[in-house]
């Protein structure tokens, strides 16, 4: 049975490097660009993350996983080193301790040599109902999706302007362009979320660092099981695929699929008489 | 359970089974039949189960992705528990071919990883759309049964979860006689959460194929016998023609081309099945005229090619959810295996009766199964032949013709494929699986199926899913 650790651990399992032309085989080398790139994954067992880790391994890059759940972790991090990632380091650790995080990523970057994409997968979903009752219910979500970004991005901002290098890339949420009943709490986190990185580019693009927007419409995952409508979710496959060249192209603000980026331009203009009398 | 960042468009509304008595059931199998609604739960973890299951209260049944044909795969009003999300692979070893994966990862998956590797799959059906956990409950077979037997002879070791959490380790030699009841299992032993699987050394994507046409039961025996060093044999055969046609068909074989060639990774299907045929649609006229024309598209007695692993394999998989051109209704698969003893007359027998009902089948399969012994207790291929048909339902017509080739397989020692099935009898999958009271010890008390609770449930007092 799984087991939550109840109190942060930091563990490292690297594993001997190999070289990506050992690791993947054929046309799944031939695929990646820029030859194996040292790639961190904040939240790694999220399903969004995981399918994108399963592309950046068929291609060889070398991957530093970090995630709350260790059973979780493992079979993530076996998956990605059977598929061919040239280094697998991995970390469990609960992010929503801000003190450790310079810790975790400190030996993230020292496992990976270097560091040439940070991906922030990091969020919960929670339960808007017990957040509207319960602070504490909107504290935790507002910690997960806000504040622990937070402190991430600052430290890793600082790292990567300095070397004038690398992509942060941040999963935010369509949900944080307008707050609606069935979410807002959610959605003003990731609005925040949004702004801070938003915000962010703006400082360290000129210095050299891609940081990245990524707003996901709703896709098919763990975390969206059981929603209504949930069967006519976007497929994480193919919302991985269009990450992963996103996050290589190192686009500012990318919508998936792209539609979102039509539908949101639409939500925004209704105008607030109306949109605060409409269920959504 | 951890989450990423995606949009909660609508409040969480977890569906409830039996809520909405309309609209299509939240899981079908591939014949479409019978239509039973269910709670349907995903597993993405090996961890959820069977923490999935709690508070279930009318049976629960692991499920892949649906292809097989009848109610293997259903359960009335229970809980599905799907796997399809739980497809990690956990290790390979380059050198034996061992590899180990999570029980919801599909052959199609385990082949885009592997070909590029130089490995292929033990053994193969005729759909790469079905989960490892799917072909090991199954213990499904193909073209290479006559050489390398059935899918479980392949599987080294799995893990099975049982209702009330105990993880229990499986192989020849760990918890034997569970690993023997959970292949071809049907799914009621437990929850496969991972199994290991040795894959065999390929130097080329290409099908060294030779397509022979014959005449007559007896051509095929002999274009068997002959192809006995040859590891794939399949038969397509025309079971709409009478008198000199009778029995015509394709003797197909095949072997893994020596020579290397780039092991390069399948392109994604493009074609999908467009709409549901109305029933008129596939009649004795349009199926007769399309095996006529399948027979003579091959003009030659005898052909030799290079064919790709994909159409050899899975020709229909080209087409994403075909079954939907039986409309509907669906359609019934009929599948036996019948003892070399009374082979040839039994199939002599059946392939009259389904000829004289003027009921159409569109894919009749012949072939002969080996020796090879499958480690399932449960296993269906015995050494003989086997012969597969689908027709698309018509109630009156097609049940009371399946009754009757039920009846012929039971008479000629032959037995039917549970996979393939939505019609036999109590009586006669007793007659055909007289160790199922021994398999009966291994279930797990919280598992059914729509199959099991109708060949055996009544008998055994549990829940009785008719009502």
Redesign the interface.
């Known amino acids: 049975m799984s087991t939550e650790p109840k109190t942060p651990v930091v563990e490292e399992q690297t594993l001997p490097l190999r070289t990506p032309r050992e690791a993947s085989v054929g046309e799944v080398a031939a695929e990646q660009p820029h030859g194996p790139r040292r790639i961190l994954v904040l939240g790694a067992t999220s399903g969004i993350a995981e399918a994108c880790i399963r592309l950046w391994a068929n291609r060889g890059d070398a991957l530093y996983l970090v995630a709350r759940n260790a059973d979780k972790l493992a079979v993530v991090a076996a998956d990605a080193r059977t598929r061919g990632a040239s280094h697998i380091g991995s970390a469990v650790a609960n992010l929503d301790n801000t003190g450790e995080h310079a810790e975790v990523l400190a030996h993230a970057i020292n496992s990976l040599g270097g560091l040439d994409v940070a991906f922030l997968a990091l969020g919960v979903l929670g339960d808007q109902g017990d957040a509207e009752k319960n602070f504490a219910a909107a504290d935790q979500i507002l910690h997960t999706n806000f504040v622990a970004p937070v402190s991430l991005l600052t430290w890793l901002a600082n790292y990567t302007a300095q070397r004038h290098a690398g992509t942060l890339a941040v999963l935010s949420s369509v949900a944080g362009e307008r707050g609606r009943k069935s979410n807002y709490v959610y959605g003003s986190s990731k609005a925040g979320l949004t702004a801070f990185v938003d915000g962010l580019r703006n400082r360290i693009d000129r210095e050299g660092v891609r940081v990245m927007t990524i707003k996901p419409g709703p896709v098919k995952t763990a975390m969206t099981e059981g929603m209504k409508g949930s069967a006519k979710f976007a497929d994480v496959e193919a919302v991985a695929a269009s990450l992963v060249k996103a996050i290589d192209r190192g686009d500012d603000v990318v919508y998936v699929p792209g539609i979102w980026r039509v539908i949101m331009a639409v939500i925004r203009v209704i105008p607030e008489r109306v949109f605060k009398k409409m269920n959504l | 359970?951890?989450?990423?960042?995606?949009?909660?468009?609508?409040?969480?509304?977890?569906?409830e089974a039996g809520d909405k008595p309309a609209g299509p059931p939240p899981f079908e199998s591939w014949g479409r039949y019978p239509e039973y609604n269910a709670e349907l739960k995903?597993l993405?973890?090996?961890?959820d189960y069977p923490r999935a299951i709690d508070g279930v209260h009318h049976g629960a049944l692991a499920v892949g992705m649906g292809r097989s044909y009848g109610d293997v795969c259903l359960l009335k009003d229970g809980t599905l528990v799907q796997t399809t999300?739980m497809n990690?692979?956990?290790?390979?070893d380059p050198v034996t071919g061992l590899l180990t994966a999570?029980a919801g990862i599909t052959l199609a998956q385990i082949l885009d990883?592997a070909v590029?590797?130089?490995y292929f799959l033990p053994v193969t059906p005729g759909t790469k759309y079905v989960t490892l956990g799917g072909a090991i409950a199954n213990d499904i077979h193909g073209k290479n049964h006559h050489h390398a037997g059935t899918f479980g002879r392949h599987v080294t070791q799995f893990e099975l979860v049982r209702s009330n959490?105990e993880r229990m380790h499986c192989s020849p030699s760990s918890n034997p006689d569970y690993f023997g009841a959970t292949i071809a299992g049907m799914g009621l032993t437990g929850v496969i959460t991972w199994a290991q699987l040795r894959l065999k050394p390929i130097v080329s994507r290409m099908i060294d194929y030779q397509g022979i046409q014959f005449h007559g039961i007896d051509e095929f025996l002999d274009l068997t016998r002959q192809a006995e060093n040859i590891e794939y044999t399949v038969s397509w055969v025309d079971v709409t023609s009478t008198g000199k046609n009778f029995c015509r068909g394709i003797f197909m074989q095949g072997d893994h081309s020596q020579v290397p060639a780039?092991?390069?990774?399948s392109g994604k299907p493009k074609l999908t099945f467009p709409m549901e045929l109305p029933g008129f649609v596939l009649n004795g006229a349009t199926v007769g005229a399309f095996n006529s024309v399948f027979f003579n598209k091959q003009m030659k007695k005898r052909v030799n090619t290079l064919q790709d692993y994909e159409p050899f394999f899975y020709p229909l998989d080209a087409v994403l959810k075909w079954n939907r051109m039986y409309g509907k209704r669906g359609l019934l698969q009929f599948q036996y295996a019948i003892p070399w003893e009374h082979a040839r007359e039994g199939t002599i027998a059946v392939l009259q009766a389904v000829a004289k009902s003027g009921l159409a089948s569109f894919l009749a399969v012949l072939k002969a199964f080996g020796d090879v012994p499958s480690p399932g207790m449960m296993s269906f291929p015995k050494p003989g032949i086997t012969l597969a048909l689908d027709f698309p339902i018509k109630p009156e017509k097609s049940f009371a013709l399946f009754d009757r080739l039920a009846e012929m397989t039971n008479e000629f020692g032959g037995r039917l494929y549970p996979a393939k099935d939505a019609r036999m009898t109590s009586a006669q999958f007793q007659a055909f699986y007289p160790q199922w009271e021994k398999f009966a010890r291994y279930k797990d008390p919280a598992l059914t199926s729509g199959f099991w609770e109708r060949v055996v449930g009544g008998q055994l007092g549990v829940r009785g899913v008719g009502k």
């Open positions: 359970m951890p989450s990423s960042a995606e949009l909660d468009f609508n409040a969480p509304q977890p569906t995903q993405h973890w090996q961890g999300s990690r692979l956990l290790d390979f999570e990883f590029p590797r130089g959490g780039p092991l390069t990774v």
